[in-house]
């Protein structure tokens, strides 16, 4: 790779259209609203759908290519001006939480849109191939696990394991993807890429608090999710005394209280019991079974270790009879110091103040630094909020993090030889 050019060498000064970018935040977030602010876009669903055809229509009408994979991720692409290279890509995700907010995943990949009408504007090709990622199911919440089409895409997962999980109604990714008509056929990891670049929300309160224009994501902490389920014996609420009962809710609350006590005892460690089912969930029944699903996160391999450790320790202690499995097990990742370097540099050449920090948040990115070099950009989020209808983040900090991308890709251009 030759010296990091200066910010200033890039022959041309191109700038994203904030208004432009704003507007099809606003446009696009018909696509599943939810309430006032909100999202309700779960992966595969119709409203993922709705979305996928609008971006699908929107690449195409800017020239580019538009190829499916064999789960559902799409790849937009400009091709380059010189032969033989590989894509930069950026990319994010479309779908969203249940009632998640209008910002996440979508961010990036509209402003991966932007850079596509920019470009074409200037009628400037970049020296590579220039694509546009929408992953498959990066939340996570209707299949599990997260970050689900970016993982197959590398290799992480196999395709029929994926294809067979299921949704609490039992519908299959394999049926969801055929239901909305993007069950590709690309192999997965077909595009080789020389550089991928995803910009996010940080979906936390440390830049708002830090009063920095964007985060500079150094890496992405690691996670596991597991399952608990407890037994015990559904009895009339009435007539079964209290002393005989087996009551699977009351052992499930001692597991919740039991996961804040394992992530309080491991420091910067997080965990929370985000789903929990009671069967027969009724008012009048003494619970028979209860489900829950835990999400534990670290920086540190060790640190997860730890805590699975403890927790299973204090299930085993509280509810003999549970059963805990391990959903999924993602280690924490550190990003392209090359390309955090780079956007470190446009950052400076754009006057926005930077903090380096690594990412609470699982994403995509997390996956794909294992195929290509990667970095990720953050914008703040108000009052930390992610995940929740009234995430927000203002159409400047947005318009930011997309010039601060469309800066590093044209960077990446000139550097990679990919
Ligand atoms: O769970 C995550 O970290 C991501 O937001 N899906
Ligand atoms: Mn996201
Ligand atoms: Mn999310």
Redesign the pocket.
């Known amino acids: 790779m030759t010296a990091v050019l200066q910010a200033t060498d890039v022959p041309l000064r191109l700038s994203v259209d904030a208004d432009r970018l704003w507007a099809d935040l606003l446009a696009t977030a018909r696509f599943g609203a939810h309430g006032e602010t909100g999202m309700h876009r779960l992966a595969l669903g119709s409203a993922d759908e709705e979305v996928r055809r609008w971006f699908e229509a929107e690449c195409r009408a800017l020239g580019c290519t538009v190829e499916v994979d064999r789960i559902g991720n799409m790849f937009a692409t400009l091709p380059g001006s010189e032969p033989g290279l590989a894509a930069i890509a950026v990319g994010s995700h479309l779908d969203t939480q249940p009632a998640g907010g209008r910002f996440?995943g979508i961010l990036g990949i509209l402003a991966g849109v932007e850079i596509l009408r920019v470009l074409k504007a200037s009628g400037r090709a970049l020296r590579h191939p220039f694509t546009v990622v929408n992953w498959t199911n990066?939340?996570?919440s209707r299949f599990s696990p997260?970050?689900m089409g970016s993982g197959v895409f590398c290799g992480v997962h196999d395709i029929e394991t994926i294809y067979a999980r299921v949704d609490k109604d039992g519908v299959t990714v394999r049926e969801a993807l055929g239901a909305i008509g993007y069950r590709g056929e690309c192999a997965p990891g077909h595009l080789p890429m020389a550089a991928y670049l995803e910009l996010h929300i940080e979906?936390g309160p440390v830049l708002e608090a830090d009063g920095s224009a964007v985060g500079i994501v150094t890496g992405v902490q690691g996670l596991r999710w597991l399952d608990i389920r407890m037994s015990g014996t559904e009895a009339h609420a009435g007539a079964f005394p209290m002393g005989l009962r087996e009551d699977a809710l009351v052992f499930a609350a001692k597991a919740v209280l039991a996961v804040e006590k394992v992530a309080l005892k491991h420091p910067p460690g997080v965990a929370t019991v985000g789903y929990i089912h009671a069967v027969p969930n009724s008012r009048n029944v003494v619970p028979g079974e209860v489900r829950l699903e835990i999400d534990m996160r670290h920086p540190e391999e060790s640190g997860l270790a730890a805590m699975e450790t403890d927790l299973t320790n204090e299930i085993e202690r509280l509810a003999p009879g549970a059963q805990l499995s391990v959903v999924w097990r993602k280690a924490p990742v550190v990003f392209d110091a090359a390309l955090r370097e780079v956007i470190r540099q446009e950052a400076e050449g754009l006057c926005l103040s930077a903090l380096e920090m690594v990412s609470g948040?699982?994403?995509d990115a997390a996956h794909v630094a294992a195929k290509a070099p990667t970095a990720m950009i953050f914008i703040p989020s108000r009052e930390g909020l992610s995940?929740n209808e009234r995430e927000y983040s203002s159409p400047q900090q947005c318009a930011n993090g997309a010039d601060l991308l469309l800066r590093s890709v044209l960077r990446a251009d000139e550097l990679f030889h990919g």
Do not use: T, V, Y
Request: charged share 25%; no cysteine.
């Open positions: 996440d990066e939340e996570g997260a970050m979906q948040a699982g994403h995940h």
